[in-house]
């Protein structure tokens, strides 16, 4: 199997350390950068397979360092958070990061995440193909069309979309979906769900306030769109 590569932008050099001789150990190979510049020119450089980034960064904040390789790319993305920084990482997750994990942290849980999230991107081997009007969802090769036109999701909004189109119809809470599309709920927000609701609306509806794909249920969650007659 071929070697991964992540990216891991962390200005504390401890933790850095730390992090990169464990994933090590874990089979990947793990480059570091030290601030936001050196962050944004590594990625150019290396095309990680996924990127761990810390929020509070010298030079370029690690919000904007998320930005510009969303501009670019769907790599997987895990937000480093303080405690502290929930607005921050709402807006990461705004910004398209697929998860994060906030500090302090436990090498092993990280480890864990770096799994469940490339294991999400690669996908497992899945013939199905789930089509509602003109959107067309290819569980296998992971891509999603409006018409013929490809939709580019990034792997979080991804696994939503198709978790809630496999299940046409049936209504699920924020924390169901959370831990629908993460191997366990950990610590995350339950509005981190409706952050990547927005963004897939932005990208899959015509209308993005009106919503005709993934429909709001108020109160309890969100639904996808029931089948017709069912
Ligand atoms: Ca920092």
Partial sequence: ??????????????????????????????????????????????????????????????????????????????????????ADRVAGLEMGADDYVTKPFSLRELAARVRAVLRRVEGAGNREVIEAG?????????????????????????????FLARHPGRVFTRRELLEAIQERAYASLPRTIDSHIKNLRRKIEPEPTKPTFILTVHGVGYKFRPEKGG
Avoid: C
């Fill in 134 to 162: 003109p959107l067309k969802i290819d569980l296998a090769a992971r891509e999603v069309y409006l018409g013929e036109k490809p939709v580019e999701l990034t792997p979080t909004e991804f696994d939503l979309l198709s």
């Fill in 1 to 86: 199997m071929k070697m991964r590569k992540i990216l891991l932008v962390e200005d504390e050099r401890r933790i850095a350390r730390m992090v990169q001789a464990y994933l090590a150990r874990e089979g990947y190979r793990v480059e570091v950068a030290f601030d936001g510049e050196e962050g944004w020119s590594q990625f150019q450089a290396l095309a990680p397979d996924l990127v761990i980034l810390d929020l509070m960064l010298p030079r370029l904040h690690g919000l904007e360092l998320a930005r510009r390789i969303r501009s670019e790319s769907n790599v997987p993305i895990i937000m480093l958070t303080a405690r502290a920084e929930e």
